[in-house]
């Protein structure tokens, strides 16, 4: 693993956990990242707004760091639980509840990427300078997924030889619709169980 993602992922010192914490607590009440303040993300994280500067360059660095650092805990805590689960099924429905547990994350994300394009400079100069490590958790999904189908492949549910990129884009779009799903349940007219269920029959149906 690249070094310089790997003092992302593993911070060195509790004050950048906390810097961390305070960034996604702020996108969380909806706070537009362009307007943050590091003394705001400091207040927030309860230290001097001086220390920051002992371990970040910027505000952009504080939030690009942060949220990478929110998608490898997701990562992580995806992997834990995959774990337990024994069967395809079981391990499919374990990415809607990891999904369903993680929706701040997701807001987190969903409020970052329209910053690729906006006017703040340093701030979308910060993200390009990372997108190397956004995908390398990009491939580490991808990998998940990859496991995930071979278990269904071995039970027989679904057919085998499939291309990665074809394996990725029939999980990743179950995966997008539970996301619209859970904007707004009511639309749908099913209980969560219920449309997970929709969707993973949908996914055995693309995959046989």
Not at 4 to 11: F, G, Q, S, V, W
Not at 121 to 135: A, I, P, Q
Request: with cysteine; net charge neutral; proline share 2%.
């Amino acid at each position: 693993m690249n070094n310089e993602l790997e003092k992302i992922i593993r911070p060195s010192s509790k004050k950048i956990v906390l810097m961390y914490q305070a960034v996604l607590d702020l996108l969380e009440e909806g706070k537009d990242p362009s307007s943050l303040k590091v003394i705001d993300i400091t207040n927030k994280a309860g230290i001097g707004k001086g220390t920051a500067y002992d371990y970040f360059r910027s505000k952009e660095e504080i939030i690009v760091n942060a949220i990478i650092y929110s998608i490898h805990l997701s990562i992580e805590e995806g992997k834990i639980q995959l774990k337990q689960a024994k069967t395809f099924r079981e391990q499919v429905f374990t990415i809607f509840l990891v999904i369903e547990k993680n929706g701040k994350i997701c807001d987190n994300i969903k409020r970052f990427l329209p910053y690729w394009s906006g006017a703040n400079k340093e701030f979308v100069d910060n993200l390009k300078e990372r997108y190397v490590y956004f995908s390398k958790c990009g491939k580490m999904i991808q990998n998940f997924l990859f496991n995930i189908y071979q278990t269904g492949v071995m039970e027989e549910v679904i057919g085998k030889e499939k291309e990665i990129a074809f394996i990725s884009s029939a999980f990743i779009s179950q995966i997008m619709t539970f996301l619209k799903y859970l904007e707004k349940p009511e639309v749908f007219g099913y209980s969560p169980e219920e449309f997970k269920n929709y969707l993973y029959e949908n996914l055995v149906y693309m995959l046989r």
